[in-house]
């Protein structure tokens, strides 16, 4: 980043994407009788459950709504901890699951920019009040009046329904918050960009990253895969954090051009005053004042991992006197999410996956709390089998 150049917005610099598409599947079909259709799904049924076979209702397409057959998931961190209780009380039954990527099946009356059979995904949010400040900024997910999650939040302009996510064959949406996927990426490596992907891009715009930049990436899990991904296709030089040897190689595998071991004196000596922006992925309390000392002045340390104790404080001086900004960032907007998603199919990057059958779900996420994965478990939904007569939640 230029020193003292102005953050652009995020929307700053639109890029090249398809606005408009030719439409292989014959013209838009409106959903004849607007029938409810359940789906078969996986969720929890309390906080130590697992995940279990469930049938989901999904509601019959208003006017504004698409409905979508979901074909991939991916299996994000949020996930084990929602249905795990581990971020308060629950409502159960809980499918989890915002990273989702399927092929339109139906559309309400008043949908012209989706029909049938286009790609398309959804991530973490799927409404918010429209109105305020940040929704009117296409910053929804900063939406004052809260937005709506995907899964396990109330949806009130559906009844105050509980949300239930993509681990599911079928999900509605309105069309708003309905994402569109290009064709010439791999649909189950595409879903944790709804997620991973949008949450490392979005403060690397915000930041105003461009060619030449120095990017540090703290933790190399599913988030800090995908900001060393994007960080390269944006043309930065990109630096990783590791506290272990272990991870040196893995780091030159997805792009890396340093590695900096954050434990080792010399290695951080070294990276004195050398980067213009580190994207902190580690979700676990850690001391973030070592970090600081490798940032050049107007520096910025973005902050996404949400710890669920308390960090050790952070010290002022370090950041006073390179004039260093300490900063969180919560996914992104619609729009942004859009440019991407545009963006990763003009660079041709995805996330690295692993992908699995509904069978091996709980496996999965005991092999996530490990750190056993590379870097991103999808779910397959074609083996979530059928629904039942009865819906469960
Ligand atoms: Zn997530
Ligand atoms: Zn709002």
Redesign the pocket.
């Known amino acids: 980043m230029t020193p003292g150049r102005p953050v652009p917005p995020p929307l700053a610099k639109p890029l090249p994407g398809n606005p408009t598409r030719l439409d292989p599947h014959g013209s838009t079909q409106h959903a004849p009788s607007a029938t409810a259709r359940p789906a078969a799904a996986y969720g929890a049924t309390a906080s130590d459950s697992g995940l279990v076979p469930l049938t989901v209702a999904r509601r019959a397409p208003k006017d504004d709504d698409v409905e979508i057959a979901i074909e991939f998931c991916g299996l ?4 084990v901890h929602a249905t795990r209780g581990e971020w308060g009380t629950q409502n159960y039954p809980l499918v989890p699951g ?2 989702i990527v399927g092929r339109v099946s139906r559309v309400g009356a008043g949908v012209d920019d989706f029909a049938p059979g286009d790609l398309v995904g959804v991530g ?1 949010m799927v409404d918010s009040c429209r109105e305020c400040d940040s929704c009117l900024d296409g910053l929804e997910q900063y939406c004052e009046n809260g937005m709506t999650g995907t899964y396990g939040a109330v949806d009130s302009r559906n009844g105050d329904a509980v949300t239930q996510g993509g681990y599911a064959t079928s999900v509605v949406v309105d069309r708003r918050y309905v994402l569109r996927v290009p064709e010439n990426l791999d649909p189950a490596a595409v879903a944790p960009l709804l ?2 992907g949008i ?1 490392t891009y979005s403060p690397l715009r915000h930041f105003g990253v461009e060619a030449g930049d120095v990017v540090g990436v703290v933790g190399l899990g599913g988030l800090g895969h995908m900001a060393v991904k994007l960080a390269k296709a944006m043309g930065a030089d990109v630096k990783v954090f590791t506290t272990s040897d272990s991870k040196v190689a893995a780091a030159r595998e997805l792009g890396a051009d340093g590695v900096i071991l954050s434990r080792d004196e010399t290695s951080m000596a070294a990276a004195d005053r050398s980067i213009d922006v580190i994207i902190d992925t580690v979700a676990a309390p850690h001391d973030l004042n070592p970090y600081f000392r490798t940032l050049r002045r107007d520096g910025a340390l973005f902050q996404l991992g949400l710890p669920s104790g308390a960090m050790p404080p952070v010290n002022p001086g370090a950041l006073i006197r390179r004039r260093i900004a300490y900063a969180g960032s919560l996914i992104g907007g619609i729009a942004e999410t859009q440019e991407m998603l545009d963006f990763c199919a003009e660079h041709g990057v995805v996330s690295d996956i692993e992908v699995v059958g509904a069978g091996q779900l709980n496996e999965a996420y005991d092999r996530m709390v490990a750190g056993d994965v590379k870097y991103r478990f999808v779910l397959d939904t074609s083996t979530l089998g059928t629904p039942s007569e009865k819906a469960d939640a």
Do not use: R
């Open positions: 994000c961190h949020s996930d915002h990273e973490c997620c991973a949450t």
